[in-house]
C-alpha cells in the first residue's frame, strides 16, 4: 500500500487544507493518506486554538486515513527542528513519498537549496555570521548567504548555473516553499529516499490577515481566508460570546465548523496561558533573589533562549502586559517575533536544553491519534517494522512521551478553567476511529 505524508498544523482546518490533501493523494497515487499533526500547542509558540483530538477528527473526516502526532518538542521548535521531527515520524512508518503546499512548486531549484543547507559549507556560515553581526535576523541572513552563493557565484554555484536573484528571494519568502525546503534537508540528512510531491497553494496567502471578510466560499474549493485570519475571526467572535460571521465558517472543514457554529468547542488563544506562564517567570524571578543576572542564567536552561533573550525576559518582565505587548518588547532587530514566543512557550512547558536534545538524537516515538480503516490497515502493515514504538494505548507507554502528556494535561485545564467541558487526559481519550 502506498502512502503519502503531510505534515500539518491544521489550527484550523479549512478548506484549502482539505483541497491540498486531496491534491497530494491525485498527485502522489497512494493509498493511503498519512498526517503528522502538532499537538495541543504549535510552531509559532503559541496553543492550537482547538485541542489536537477535535483538530484530528476534523482531518480525518477531511480526507486523512492515519493522524500521527508530531512530538511537542518539534512541534514548538524552529522550522528545522519541525521539519526533522516530521520526517523522522513519516520515514518510522515507510511513508516515502512527502508532500507540502507550495507558492512556487519549483521542487529543483528547492533541492539545491536543500542539498547546499544540509552540508552548511564554510562559506555559508561565514555569510551568515557576518550578517547577523550587522544586526540582520536569522532569517535575513540566510536569504543574503544564499543569494551570494547562488546567484552571484560565491561558493557553490559556477557560471552556467548562477540563478536570478529574485526567484531566490521569492522562494525565501514563501512559508510554505521555507517548510519545503527544510523537509528535503532533513530527508537527505536523515538519508531518507523520500519522493517530494509540492501541491501548488491557492486562495488566501500563508497567514495573511483578514482586512474584510469574503464572500461565502462554495463546497469543495479552498476559502479566501488564511488559518491565521480564521482563528483571529473565531477569537474575536468567542471574546464578544459570538458565533463567527458565515463567511469564515464557510472556510472552516465542515464537521468543525459545525461544532463551532454550535459552540460544541471552545477556542484558546496565548492570552488564555498569560497567567501560568506569568507565574513561572515570577517564580523564577523570586527564586534568585530577583537577581535578573541569575534569574537569566536559569531561563537559559530552556529550549530556544539564548542569553541575550533570557536577560530581556527577566529585565523586561510585567505582569501588566498581555502576551503580544511582552513578546512585541523582548523582541529585536535580529531576534523575530515567533522566536521569542517558541521560547515563551518552552517556559510555559518547562521544555528545557536537556530534554530537546534526545528528541535532536532521534525519535523516540510514533503516537497515534486516529485512523479510517484504510489507515489502521496500512498501520498494521508498517507498525512492526518501526524503528521505535508505535503507541496506540498510551498506559502501556506513559513515560515515554512525559513532554507530550505535560502539555495536553496543561491544555486541558486551561480549557476548563476557560469556560469548556473538561477533557479526556492521554490514558482515557481513546483513539479516533473513523
Given at each position: 500500500?502506498?502512502?503519502?505524508?503531510?505534515?500539518?498544523?491544521?489550527?484550523?482546518?479549512?478548506?484549502?487544507?482539505?483541497?491540498?490533501?486531496?491534491?497530494?493523494?491525485?498527485?502522489?497515487?497512494?493509498?493511503?493518506?498519512?498526517?503528522?499533526?502538532?499537538?495541543?500547542?504549535?510552531?509559532?509558540?503559541?496553543?492550537?486554538?482547538?485541542?489536537?483530538?477535535?483538530?484530528?477528527?476534523?482531518a480525518l473526516t477531511g480526507g486523512a486515513d492515519?493522524?500521527?502526532?508530531?512530538?511537542?518538542?518539534?512541534?514548538?521548535?524552529?522550522?528545522?527542528?519541525?521539519?526533522?521531527?516530521?520526517?523522522?515520524?513519516?520515514?518510522?512508518?515507510?511513508?516515502?513519498?512527502?508532500?507540502?503546499?507550495?507558492?512556487?512548486?519549483?521542487?529543483?531549484?528547492?533541492?539545491?537549496?536543500?542539498?547546499?543547507?544540509?552540508?552548511?559549507?564554510?562559506?555559508?556560515?561565514?555569510?551568515?555570521?557576518?550578517?547577523?553581526?550587522?544586526?540582520?535576523?536569522?532569517?535575513a541572513a540566510r536569504e543574503e548567504a544564499l543569494?551570494?552563493?547562488?546567484?552571484?557565484?560565491?561558493?557553490?554555484?559556477?557560471?552556467?548555473?548562477?540563478?536570478?536573484?529574485?526567484?531566490?528571494?521569492?522562494?525565501?519568502?514563501?512559508?510554505?516553499?521555507?517548510?519545503?525546503?527544510?523537509?528535503?534537508?532533513?530527508?537527505?540528512?536523515?538519508?531518507?529516499?523520500?519522493?517530494?510531491?509540492?501541491?501548488?497553494?491557492?486562495?488566501?496567502?500563508?497567514?495573511?490577515?483578514?482586512?474584510?471578510?469574503?464572500?461565502?466560499?462554495?463546497?469543495?474549493?479552498?476559502?479566501?481566508?488564511?488559518?491565521?485570519?480564521?482563528?483571529?475571526?473565531?477569537?474575536?467572535?468567542?471574546?464578544?460570546?459570538?458565533?463567527?460571521?458565515?463567511?469564515?465558517?464557510?472556510?472552516?472543514?465542515?464537521?468543525?465548523?459545525?461544532?463551532?457554529?454550535?459552540?460544541?468547542?471552545?477556542?484558546?488563544?496565548?492570552?488564555?496561558?498569560?497567567?501560568?506562564?506569568?507565574?513561572?517567570?515570577?517564580?523564577?524571578?523570586?527564586?534568585?533573589?530577583?537577581?535578573?543576572?541569575?534569574?537569566?542564567?536559569?531561563?537559559?536552561?530552556?529550549?530556544?533562549?539564548?542569553?541575550?533573550?533570557?536577560?530581556?525576559?527577566?529585565?523586561?518582565?510585567?505582569?501588566?502586559?498581555?502576551?503580544?505587548?511582552?513578546?512585541?518588547?523582548?523582541?529585536?532587530?535580529?531576534?523575530?517575533?515567533?522566536?521569542?514566543?517558541?521560547?515563551?512557550?518552552?517556559?510555559?512547558?518547562?521544555?528545557?536544553?536537556?530534554?530537546?536534545?534526545?528528541?535532536?538524537?532521534?525519535?523516540?516515538?510514533?503516537?497515534?491519534?486516529?485512523?479510517?480503516?484504510?489507515?489502521?490497515?496500512?498501520?498494521?502493515?508498517?507498525?512492526?517494522?518501526?524503528?521505535?514504538?508505535?503507541?496506540?494505548?498510551?498506559?502501556?507507554?506513559?513515560?515515554?512521551?512525559?513532554?507530550?502528556?505535560?502539555?495536553?494535561?496543561?491544555?486541558?485545564?486551561?480549557?476548563?478553567?476557560?469556560?469548556?467541558?473538561?477533557?479526556?487526559?492521554?490514558?482515557?481519550?481513546?483513539?479516533?476511529?473513523?
Open positions: 500500500m502506498k502512502a503519502v505524508g503531510i505534515t500539518a498544523e491544521y489550527n484550523p482546518m479549512h478548506t484549502g487544507h482539505i483541497w491540498q490533501m486531496g491534491e497530494a493523494r491525485r498527485l502522489s497515487g497512494a493509498d493511503c493518506t498519512v498526517v503528522v499533526m502538532s499537538g495541543d500547542f504549535v510552531q509559532r509558540g503559541a496553543p492550537a486554538v482547538y485541542d489536537k483530538y477535535t483538530r484530528a477528527k476534523a492515519l493522524v500521527l502526532e508530531l512530538p511537542v518538542v518539534y512541534a514548538v521548535s524552529s522550522a528545522e527542528m519541525f521539519a526533522l521531527g516530521a520526517i523522522r515520524t513519516l520515514a518510522a512508518l515507510n511513508v516515502s513519498c512527502v508532500s507540502f503546499g507550495s507558492e512556487s512548486t519549483d521542487l529543483s531549484l528547492m533541492r539545491r537549496i536543500a542539498s547546499f543547507l544540509a552540508c552548511e559549507p564554510a562559506v555559508y556560515r561565514e555569510y551568515i555570521a557576518k550578517a547577523m553581526r550587522q544586526g540582520a535576523s536569522f532569517p543569494v551570494q552563493v547562488f546567484c552571484h557565484n560565491s561558493g557553490e554555484a559556477v557560471p552556467s548555473s548562477l540563478i536570478p536573484e529574485d526567484a531566490v528571494r521569492r522562494l525565501l519568502r514563501s512559508p510554505n516553499d521555507i517548510l519545503g525546503i527544510e523537509y528535503m534537508k532533513a530527508a537527505e540528512r536523515e538519508h531518507c529516499s523520500c519522493e517530494f510531491v509540492p501541491v501548488r497553494r491557492i486562495g488566501a496567502r500563508h497567514d495573511a490577515a483578514a482586512l474584510t471578510l469574503p464572500e461565502v466560499t462554495r463546497e469543495g474549493t479552498p476559502g479566501e481566508l488564511s488559518a491565521s485570519a480564521i482563528r483571529e475571526q473565531i477569537l474575536r467572535a468567542s471574546r464578544d460570546g459570538k458565533i463567527p460571521d458565515p463567511a469564515v465558517l464557510s472556510c472552516i472543514a465542515p464537521g468543525l465548523s459545525e461544532s463551532v457554529r454550535r459552540k460544541e468547542i471552545l477556542p484558546l488563544s496565548p492570552e488564555d496561558f498569560r497567567q501560568v506562564l506569568y507565574a513561572k517567570i515570577e517564580d523564577i524571578l523570586y527564586r534568585y533573589g530577583y537577581s535578573k543576572a541569575c534569574a537569566a542564567q536559569e531561563l537559559t536552561q530552556y529550549e530556544d533562549i539564548p542569553e541575550s533573550v533570557a536577560m530581556r525576559i527577566a529585565r523586561l518582565f510585567d505582569p501588566a502586559y498581555s502576551m503580544d505587548e511582552f513578546i512585541d518588547t523582548v523582541k529585536t532587530r535580529n531576534v523575530t517575533r515567533a522566536n521569542v514566543a517558541r521560547g515563551l512557550t518552552h517556559i510555559l512547558l518547562e521544555i528545557r536544553k536537556q530534554a530537546a536534545e534526545k528528541y535532536r538524537g532521534g525519535l523516540p516515538y510514533v503516537r497515534v491519534l486516529g485512523f479510517t480503516k484504510t489507515g489502521q490497515r496500512y498501520l498494521h502493515e508498517c507498525a512492526r517494522e518501526a524503528p521505535c514504538p508505535v503507541i496506540t494505548k498510551t498506559a502501556d507507554f506513559g513515560d515515554l512521551f512525559a513532554e507530550d502528556r505535560h502539555a495536553a494535561n496543561l491544555y486541558r485545564q486551561i480549557y476548563a478553567a476557560a469556560g469548556g467541558r473538561l477533557m479526556p487526559d492521554e490514558f482515557r481519550a481513546g483513539i479516533i476511529r473513523l
